[in-house]
């Protein structure tokens, strides 16, 4: 299969056509091999193709403010395969960048897929990062990210990682996120589990700067025999650091969830909260649902699709 | 002749061991508004939630029928599809659903120029709201008339509204009685669960309920005139003897 087929396959996976608006920066990696690669300025990409994978050094430069999301595309076609990709991601001063990452893996059986990411956000700049994936219906995917963010001072950083399409398989993620003074930090994840999937996700933020705020999400759907382990930390160092931790999970049929919000202060002009909520949908939202007519199974699929939504985060984030 | 929607007949229901509802009949008229009033405590949410059919309610002797069906037995969703619909006194919050989704759950037409609609008959600008989601960035008086939007779009043959007026200012409470006069125009039945003297103005009928039976029933002036006189503040005067 040519390159430009295995782009095209890529984003038909994902309900797309390729990008093709010159004003809109993309680059795609299929497997460890870098096969598209679109610029715009203010954003530098340096992709080096090595044995064991793909190292991008991703630079928005001082002031840049990138004016259409950039969109990132890895994948892999084939069933069995592993893709290793390396990522350093650096946001100057005062730049402010978007990016839509999508993973696809429409026919895993057994794919592997790493990704070490570190990002550099410096002072006043705004990076968000939507990274959604797309899994076979079958589960055989690896899912295995780990990244740490340094938050600048007055920086901010949007995260939402999405596993809504195809089964997750087995997800471990590991995100870690250090904030400096009066930075912004928001990371969210809206994942639906089933089968035998494995989700494991263990999320850390240190709050060390004045009027620094960090607030993880984690809203999860399980059912069959699925089973989601989550651990999200926040530890606030200094004064007017404000910090939250939400977790729910809807857990039906077989299924488990486990979740361990950890939140630490260790000043005394901090304050840090956390809200978790696990097991049934609530009986007053179903009965609310079910007043118009909609079966149980009808109505739980309903407040499962808004727990899972973009807008979830609205009321958590206000 | 104005046909009965909703019969009920010597109802009683315990709940804890304490009798809530106690040899409760009454019968509501199609296309009418009626409202049940009481003080705090009398089992006026309790026959609410009874009627829909909640968790907890649906442990009862005596009959509850609606056009002729026996309510017993059957789930939230099939009173709903037989025609029954309610507001609660405090709706749920949704984090996640989008208001849209949220008012068109219930009707036939899932177009948005639906929802629309269903929105500015509460006096809500849809372009505001309708992707919004149902969850506490709304206030209490927002969620009250979105409920009522989607309440408007089912278009159910019995509405029954618990402490419509519960929660919200003046403003918000004019927006909800115009969704009452909306309801009316349908043609639907609305049974308004009370203790507001305003909210029971908006009746044509009313029944007084105390300590789970009804008392009296008639026009909204002459029940108004007892529960004014007698039941505020409520001294039990009018206690009922156990059994039916």
Redo the contacts between chains.
């Keep these: 299969m040519g390159d430009s087929e295995l782009v095209r396959k890529m984003y038909e996976s994902l309900g797309e056509g390729c990008i093709t608006s010159p004003g809109v920066a993309h680059i795609e990696i299929h497997g460890n091999t870098v096969l598209g690669l679109h610029l715009v300025p203010g954003l530098v990409v340096e992709a080096e193709e090595r044995e064991d994978g793909v190292r991008a050094m991703v630079r928005i430069e001082h002031g840049a403010r990138i004016e259409k999301p950039v969109n990132m595309c890895f994948g892999l076609i084939p069933e069995k395969g592993v893709q290793r990709i390396e990522m350093d991601v650096e946001v100057g001063e005062d730049a402010a960048a978007a990016v839509v990452s999508s993973c696809t893996f429409p026919n895993a059986v057994d794919v592997l897929h790493e990704m070490q990411a570190v990002v550099r956000l410096g002072p006043g700049s705004e990076y968000s990062y939507l990274e959604r994936h797309v899994h076979s219906p079958g589960g055989g995917v690896k899912v295995v990210p780990r990244s740490f963010v340094d938050l600048g001072e007055g920086a901010s950083f949007m995260a939402d990682f999405e596993m809504l399409r195809g089964r997750a398989g087995e997800l471990d993620i590991v995100y870690e996120a250090v904030c400096a003074a009066s930075s912004v930090l928001e990371m969210n994840a809206r994942i639906s589990g089933s089968g035998d999937d494995r989700i494991r996700i263990h999320e850390k933020a240190t709050l060390s700067g004045e009027h620094s705020r960090g607030v993880l999400t984690t809203?999860i759907a399980v059912r069959d025999s699925a089973w989601a382990d989550i651990r999200n930390t926040i530890r606030a160092e200094a004064a007017y650091a404000r910090g939250h931790v939400d977790c729910?999970e809807i857990v039906r049929d077989g299924a488990t969830a486990r979740a361990v919000p950890v939140i630490e202060v260790t000043h005394p002009l901090a304050h840090v909260t956390h809200e978790a909520a696990l097991g049934s949908v609530?009986?007053?939202?179903l009965?609310?649902?079910?007043?118009?007519?909609?079966?149980?199974d009808e109505?739980t699929d309903?407040?499962i699709?808004?727990?899972?939504?973009p807008?979830?985060k609205?009321?958590?984030t206000? | 002749m104005d046909r009965s929607i909703l019969e009920i007949d010597d109802l009683t229901l315990e709940l804890g061991g304490r009798r809530i509802l106690d040899c409760l009949s009454l019968d509501l008229w199609e296309g009418h508004v009626h409202a049940v009033v009481g003080p705090n405590g009398a089992g006026k949410s309790t026959l609410a939630n009874t009627v829909?059919g909640?968790?907890g309610y649906r442990e009862y002797t005596g009959t509850v029928k609606f056009l002729g069906n026996d309510l017993y037995g059957l789930?939230?969703?099939q009173?709903?599809?037989l025609g029954?619909?309610?507001a609660?006194q405090e709706?749920?919050?949704?984090?996640?659903?989008?208001v849209e989704?949220f008012i068109l759950?219930?009707s036939e037409d899932k177009s948005a120029e639906k929802a629309a609609d269903c929105l500015m008959k509460v006096d809500l600008d849809p372009e505001k709201y309708l992707d919004?989601?149902v969850?506490?960035?709304l206030s209490g008086g927002e969620r009250k008339r979105i409920?009522l939007a989607?309440i408007l779009a089912?278009a159910p043959r019995l509405v029954m509204m618990d402490e419509p007026d519960s929660g919200i200012d003046v403003e918000a409470l004019k927006r909800i009685f115009d969704a009452i006069s909306v309801l009316r125009g349908m043609g639907s039945t609305v049974l308004l669960i009370t203790h507001s003297m305003t909210v029971l103005e908006q009746a044509d009928h009313a029944f007084l309920l105390c300590c789970g039976s009804i008392q009296d029933k008639g026009g909204v002036e002459k029940i108004t005139e007892f529960y004014a006189g007698r039941c505020i503040p409520c001294d039990h005067k009018n206690r009922p003897e156990e059994g039916c």
Excluded: C, H
Aim: no cysteine.
């Design positions: 809203n729910r609530d009986s007053k939202q009965e609310t649902l079910m007043a118009r007519g909609l079966t149980e109505a309903m407040i699709a808004g727990l899972l939504s807008r979830y609205a009321e958590v206000r | 829909m909640l968790s789930s939230v969703d009173r709903a599809r029954i619909g309610m609660w709706p749920a919050r949704f984090r996640g659903l989008g989704d759950s219930g919004r989601a969850d506490g960035t409920e989607s089912q």
